[in-house]
Nanobody
Framework: QVQLVESGGGLVQAGGSLRLSCAAS????????MGWYRQAPGRQRELVAV???????NYGDSVKSRFTISRDNAKHTVDLQMNSLKPEDTAVYCC????????????????WGQGTQVTVSS
């Protein structure tokens, strides 16, 4: 099974920046959409940003103009640059990918990382 490993979370003051990275590893034929979702305590998981293999991106309303998603198709990585962070951005951020894994045939499934904590202090 292809695995996703996130890095880059941490504690930052309001107005600061963080960069999250996610790398997929395994027998990857290709990856369609990659991106990030987040979940704060007591709240439902919500879209942060996703990006297709062709580079089209989509952002959650609350992060538009502050966050930027990018990916490297050759390295199977996706990054999230987060600027002007607010306390309400505090959450566990999970990497997501639509994996096409090379087995005897190509198998397609959704994969999730373990998550990385982002805490923004006021």
């Amino acid at each position: 099974q292809v695995q996703l490993v996130e890095s880059g979370g941490g504690l930052v003051q309001a107005g600061g920046s963080l960069r999250l990275s996610c790398a997929a590893s395994g027998s990857i034929a290709s990856i369609d959409t990659m991106g990030w979702y987040r979940q704060a305590p007591g709240r439902q998981r919500e879209l942060v940003a996703v990006i297709t293999s062709s580079g089209r991106s989509n952002y959650g309303d609350s992060v538009k103009s502050r966050f930027t998603i990018s990916r490297d198709n050759a390295k199977h990585t996706v990054d999230l640059q987060m600027n002007s962070l607010k306390p309400e951005d505090t959450a566990v951020y999970c990497c997501y990918a639509e994996i096409n894994e090379r087995r005897l045939a190509v198998v397609t499934y959704d994969s999730w990382g373990q998550g990385t904590q982002v805490t923004v202090s006021s």
